[in-house]
């Protein structure tokens, strides 16, 4: 499974755009990136996932270099309801048998 | 359809005692786990199981058992409760293993004395 590494937190204000770049040296080929959202006293909810190259949702975009050793998630004009935990997790797919770890996290906290 | 359930949403147990937590899912989904979240802190991962009758160990399995009989439940037993264990239990599911998405319950606190 491949480590993942990524700042423990980061500080923002709203209407500003947030980069959270998370590393992964050791991607193999058929791994997938996931980001996961979580606030306080929930669990956490799936944000994106990705391949290579770039993916868009409503919610966020995430930017993958050709060499897939790091990924970029990006937050466009985060507001305060942004502040939450956000993992960055590297899984092979399709079906795969190992454990998931997530990790510690990057905590977010968006100021007014 | 009530996705990941967990039950009770919270339980105070005194140092010693057993419990188990209840975790369900209606969605098919083979591929289940537990984690706690101590406060402040990432999930860890106590136990998972890719199908019925399958289950294996995470980074802090010591002092949970789980079994899967069913595909749709996946319970947590705390054998002997230790005021170590007091924090939040996720349980999560997903179709297709550790590469897809993770669906999560609400979570249960637990409060050991």
């Known amino acids: 499974l491949a480590k993942t590494t990524q700042p423990i937190s980061m500080d923002s204000y709203e209407g500003q755009e947030v980069n959270i770049t998370c590393s992964h040296n050791?991607?193999?080929?058929?791994?997938?990136i996931t980001w996961y959202q979580q606030f306080p006293s929930q669990g956490p909810r799936f944000i994106i996932q990705?391949?290579?190259t770039k993916v868009t949702n409503e919610v966020a975009s995430l930017f993958i270099p050709a060499d897939r050793k790091s990924s970029t998630l990006s937050l466009p004009r985060v507001s305060l309801s942004d502040t939450a935990v956000y993992y960055c997790?590297?899984?092979?797919?399709?079906?795969?048998?190992?454990?998931?770890?997530f990790g510690t996290g990057t905590r977010l906290q968006v100021f007014p | 359809n009530a996705g990941v359930t967990q039950t009770p949403k919270f339980q105070v147990l005194k140092t010693g005692q057993s419990m188990t937590l209840q975790c369900a899912q209606d969605?098919?989904?083979?591929?289940m786990s537990w984690y706690r979240q101590d406060p402040g802190m990432g999930l860890r991962l106590i136990h998972y199981s890719v199908g019925a009758g399958i289950t294996d160990q995470g980074e802090v399995p010591n002092g949970y058992n789980v079994s899967r009989s069913t595909t749709e439940d996946f319970p947590l037993r705390l054998l002997s409760a230790a005021p170590s264990q007091t924090s939040v239990y996720f349980c999560a599911s997903s179709y297709g293993g550790a590469g897809e998405t993770q669906y999560f319950g609400p979570g249960t606190r637990l409060l050991v004395l």
């Open positions: 997790l590297v899984a092979q797919k399709p079906y795969n048998t190992d454990k998931l770890i």
């Open positions: 050791n991607i193999a080929t058929n791994d997938y």
């Open positions: 990705g391949y290579k």
């Open positions: 969605m098919n989904h083979e591929y």
